[in-house]
């Protein structure tokens, strides 16, 4: 007897199978063998969506080492290597006779040769200061009495100078002790802990009755605060943290009251607080309860302001530097509504001024110190009434190795390609079954897989293309230029090497110093009438491109008809796309193969289905079969049972 349990593709339900138990057939194997011939045609179908992934594969293969090529050489993100700038093509190495003064950088609009050049001025920026100190002075709130002066008698109090904390003791007093008295005696304690000089105390006040703290001797930053116990600092009137500089953390509200020209708020409707003012016309708007810090760094950071301001704490000044070098007014301050800049008290203006140089003879004048003539571009360091020499001469070297280096990974990808076109198809060598591979271990199917997989592209109409393409890119005249890869060293090697290049380097060396433009005209050259790619050319606007660019652009051209995720006018992507879609696009679920293994996978399910029918079928047969012989069984031993009872 066998128990047999079947899942169709289209059952609901599983159902439970005991075979073999009138005719003791192995009913099971029976019918595996009898549908292992009735399965022959599905596994045809699944062999062949097998061999299309694979094939669809290989062609992503084709397409990610397209798209490496191109993302190394026409990359405009890499100047560097990007064939299709003149850029890394013409490259110049430079020299000055002084380099402190001025250095200069050829562009391929360059010419090799020297230039004269006097850096007479250098551009500066224009910019606008405090003309005073802006914070209020440490001085007491209310009058000192000689009771505040007795009761400070023996107490503490914390001074920060600079960032150095210390706890100093005061000396005795009474109330007879005068102001001016108890003032000298603090000035001399603090100068005993922090050096002499450095902080001033003055007796200050409309009745002479205050005191105001200040610093000197090269002090800048004096905060007074508590002192953690028996403090005295409210013997001074003033209150615990007390500065006599702005903090970067202080908010509008904190600075309201700590500038000496207080500043006023925006109007506003809902009664906010707030400060708002625009800087070359750039508008800013500030609440009360935001940082100074965050001010200024918004502010600098602010592209269209083109300004950077500062608070310096060492000269209790703010700073508005303008971004912009040169004259005119690169400082433009609106405040109609607030007064918050005007509290800065921005008087000490400084004019910016546009650099002068006399280049080749001719006086220049330019709101920069960069400057830029027939191709080169002038970095001006210092001002000096010495004529300094630039000389530009073809950095050779230099462009070898990017012509070389192109070549070689074109060499590169051209073997690639024609790797997959002349690779070996082995026919004896199709998708294992799955009964196949119960039969193998994982190491012979994964060798069996790899045979399989080869040859896929063998003759490859699309790929062929490619590569016919990009070897005939390299020797089609280009209109307007007379240079050929053979005049400057790179020629074809033989038959066999398939359109592989090979670099006379000597030769190729010799052109790039003798004929710079030239060579880089061959590999960069722009078309004329269609200096820009795009999927919306017509073939008429196509050929007339292909013949007026270079080499890196027929190239770049090929690649991108192949590869572009862009849609033409038709609706289209790059060829091998629509053939075989990449994955990460829209391609991915839409190109031709795609559709093929969606019209085998409809197949599969309807073989599958057919199968279980099918299956179904011969297990009714046999199990008529088994009805039939218990039936004849039954009889047979009822007659048995009749003749041994007479």
Known sequence: MAVNSVFGSNSNSNKLRLTGLATGLDTDTIISSLMKSEKAPLNKIM??????EWKRDSYREVTNLLRGFKDEFFDVLKPASNMLSQTGLKKFASTSSDSAVVTALGSSEAQAGEHKITVTRLATSAAKASGSTVTQALESTAAITSADIANASGKSIKIVLDGVAKEIKLGNYTSSTTLSEFASDIESIIG??????????????????????????????????SAASNDGLSSFHINSGTSNRLSLSDT????????????????????????????????FTFSSNTTLSTVLNTISNDTDAKVKITYDDVTDKFTIDAKRLGAGNNININEASSSFLASMNLTDLRQGQDAIV??????????????????????????????????????????????????????????????????????EFQPLTEEQ???????????????????????????????????????????????????????????????KLIIDEDKLKQAIAA??????????????????????????EKKTRYNEEGMAHRIYDIIEDNISTIRDSEGKKGILLQVAGITGDTSEYSNTIYTQISQYDTQIDRLQDKLADKENKYYKQYAALESAISKMNNQSNWLMSQISGK
């Open 358 to 427: 006399v280049l080749d003879g001719q006086t220049i004048t330019r709101s920069s110190n960069s400057i830029t003539s027939n191709g080169v571009t002038y970095n001006l360091l210092k001002e000096s009434t010495t004529e300094q020499t630039i000389s530009l001469k073809t950095d050779t070297e230099a462009v070898f190795n990017n012509v070389k280096n192109f070549v070689t990974k074109y060499n590169d990808l051209i073997g690639k390609l024609n790797s997959k076109l002349t690779e070996r198809y082995s026919r």
């Open 47 to 52: 062999q062949k969506r097998q061999l299309a």
């Open 437 to 499: 591979k119960e039969g193998m271990s994982e190491e012979q199917v994964k060798k069996w897989e790899e045979r399989a997989k080869t040859g896929l592209l063998k003759n490859d109409s699309y790929i062929t293309k490619v590569v016919d393409s990009l070897r005939t890119a390299l020797y089609d005249n280009i209109s307007g230029i007379t240079t050929k890869l053979t005049d400057i060293g790179i020629t074809t090697g033989t038959f066999t090497d398939k359109g």
């Open 192 to 225: 005993n802990e922090f050096g002499a000089g450095k902080v001033k105390i003055d007796v200050s006040g409309t009745g002479s009755d205050k005191l105001t703290f200040s610093t000197a001797a090269g002090a800048s930053k004096l905060t007074l605060s």
């Open 252 to 283: 509008l509200a904190t600075l309201k009251d700590k500038l000496k020209t207080t500043f006023q708020y925006s109007e506003s409707t809902d009664g906010s607080q707030k400060v708002t003012f625009s800087i070359n016309s750039k508008s």
């Open 515 to 540: 004929n710079p433009d030239g060579v880089m005209n061959l590999f960069s050259k722009k078309s004329d009438s269609n200096p820009s790619y795009s999927r919306n050319l017509t073939a008429s």
